[in-house]
């Protein structure tokens, strides 16, 4: 009897194996990877593809505080020029319409303003950046109107580094600058910047880099 019944449970066992494999596969199948999402512009439907990688805002590395002068206008220069490349490989395929180069300088700036600052939300902050972006869009709008290749940069020159000083909370910097517009550009508004300016800026650490939280620039006296 007992013999029986330890036949009766391997049977069974059997069975329930059989049963369990039935539905089952030495390989199961893995479930097709999901389809990439299609790219998407920032720039409105009418204007060439502009993509996110496109717009990588120059940022201000952590250094002493005349490498910070030169990482501060360096990331200046490279606002006011943002996009040039970008435009220039546009134009290459044909005209672009003059509200796409505004809507470029529009994605700059809001790249910029969010990277290499400190939050600022209040109204002056936002025409001060929004007087930046018009002479990012100049200078596009002056590569817009040259033959392709024919454009060149914008820029800054340092005259003078006149006090400046850092501690672990951050940078305070006050010097003399001279931004000179790209040969190509026409002779528009650059707030001065043209001429000598000073500057007073306040950075404070952001990891590996350094955001502005105060600047101002103000005529230079003493320069021919």
């Known amino acids: 009897m007992k013999r029986r019944i330890r036949e009766i449970t391997t049977a069974g066992a059997g069975l329930l194996l059989a049963a369990g494999l039935a539905g089952c596969s030495l390989f199961p199948s893995h479930p097709p990877p999901p389809v990439p999402a299609a790219p998407i512009s920032l720039l409105p439907a009418n204007c060439p593809f502009l993509g996110q990688e496109d717009v990588r805002p120059v940022r201000i590395p952590q250094g002493t505080p005349r490498e910070t002068i030169g990482g501060v206008l360096n990331a200046y220069g490279a606002w006011l020029n943002a996009g040039s490349e970008v435009l220039s490989s546009w134009q290459a395929g044909g005209t672009v319409p003059g509200e796409c180069v505004d809507s470029l300088a529009a994605a700059n700036s809001e790249a910029y303003a969010t990277t290499i600052f400190t939050t600022h939300?209040?109204?002056?902050?936002?025409?001060?950046?929004?007087?930046?972006?018009?002479?990012?869009?100049?200078?596009?709008?002056?590569?817009?109107?040259?033959?392709?290749?024919?454009?060149?940069?914008?820029?800054?020159?340092?005259?003078?580094?006149?006090?400046?000083?850092?501690?672990?909370?951050?940078?305070?910097?006050?010097?003399?600058?001279?931004?000179?517009?790209?040969?190509?550009?026409?002779?528009?508004?650059?707030?001065?910047?043209?001429?000598?300016?000073?500057?007073?800026?306040?950075?404070?650490?952001?990891?590996?880099?350094?955001?502005?939280?105060?600047?101002?620039?103000?005529?230079?006296?003493?320069?021919?």
């Not at 001279?178 to 043209?194: K, L, Q, S």
Request: charged share 20%; proline share 7%.
């Open 121 to 224: 939300s209040d109204v002056a902050w936002q025409q001060y950046f929004r007087t930046v972006e018009r002479m990012n869009a100049q200078t596009l709008q002056g590569i817009r109107a040259e033959e392709p290749g024919a454009a060149q940069r914008g820029t800054f020159e340092l005259l003078k580094e006149i006090d400046s000083s850092s501690t672990d909370n951050g940078t305070f910097l006050k010097f003399d600058a001279v931004f000179t517009p790209a040969a190509a550009g026409p002779g528009g508004n650059w707030e001065d910047w043209d001429k000598p300016t000073r500057w007073y800026v306040e950075l404070v650490p952001a990891g590996e880099f350094l955001v502005i939280n105060y600047v101002e620039q103000a005529p230079a006296a003493g320069y021919p």
